[in-house]
């Protein structure tokens, strides 16, 4: 089976860090991914790694540990604008993607 | 990247009728297309790995009679949803791989069945 564990939500100021964790158990795993989105919109990709480490992306940043089956995404100076739902998800071959619940970040001022 | 577009992007049907949902992928080919089902503040749900000239392959649960898919070419990709009914008003999206690992989605086709 497969299953995704990330926080239903997190909430965080203007300008602050916030780190969005996520622990899978899939059959299969090449990689895993983070998208965004937001409310009425489609999912926009933001990172994939597929072995251990960081992956920076500007504000964004990724990690993986396979041998914990874990990774996050690392958001810096946040903004308005990052408020949306973040969703971890594993590539467990053949180009599917298996989402988890998702984590709906609010920003305040 | 890629674009993957998705038509219509929201849709209202009386139950009882069909509705169909077309995607397509515009600057690559796409041999493998999935799609999804969001219901509001969930994640998304994999309904169905559309291949290219083959029968789709349907998640547990989804009813192969009742959401039709056609992937007659290795640009489009159509999701029939049959004899609609309130409880199938969602949000449904496509996905589209090509050569990257990253998935790339159509805009997403909110059905509002009445």
């Known amino acids: 089976g497969q299953s995704l564990e990330q926080p239903s939500e997190v909430t965080a100021v203007e300008g602050a860090i916030v780190q969005i964790n996520c622990t899978y158990q899939?059959?299969?795993?090449?990689?895993l991914s983070w998208y965004q989105q937001h409310d009425g919109g489609a999912p926009t990709f933001l990172s994939y790694?597929?072995?251990?480490g960081l992956e920076e992306t500007g504000r964004f940043s990724s990690f993986l540990s396979r041998s914990d089956s874990y990774g996050y995404l690392l958001l810096q100076e946040l903004q308005m604008k990052d408020s949306a739902s973040y969703f971890c998800?594993?590539?467990?071959?053949?180009?599917?993607?298996?989402f988890g619940a998702g984590t709906r970040l609010f920003v305040k001022a | 990247g890629a674009v993957v577009s998705q038509h219509p992007s929201w849709v209202i049907c009386k139950s009882g009728t069909s509705v169909k949902i077309e995607c397509r992928s515009l600057?690559?080919?796409?041999?493998?297309m999935f799609w999804y089902r969001q219901f509001p503040k969930q994640s998304l749900m994999l309904m169905a790995t559309?291949?290219?000239?083959?029968?789709?392959?349907?998640e547990q649960g989804v009813e192969k009679d009742k959401f039709l898919i056609n992937h007659a070419s290795l640009t489009l990709s159509t999701l029939t949803v049959t004899s609609a009914h309130p409880e199938d008003s969602s949000f449904y999206i496509c996905?589209?791989?090509?050569?990257?690992?990253?998935?790339?989605f159509g805009q997403g086709t909110r059905l509002t069945v009445v």
């Open positions: 996905s589209a791989g090509g050569e990257s690992t990253e998935a790339f």
């Open positions: 899939t059959s299969g795993f090449y990689g």
């Open positions: 790694n597929a072995l251990d």
């Open positions: 998800a594993v590539d467990p071959g053949g180009f599917k993607t298996i």
């Open positions: 600057d690559f080919q796409a041999t493998t």
């Open positions: 559309s291949n290219e000239g083959s029968k789709a392959t349907y």
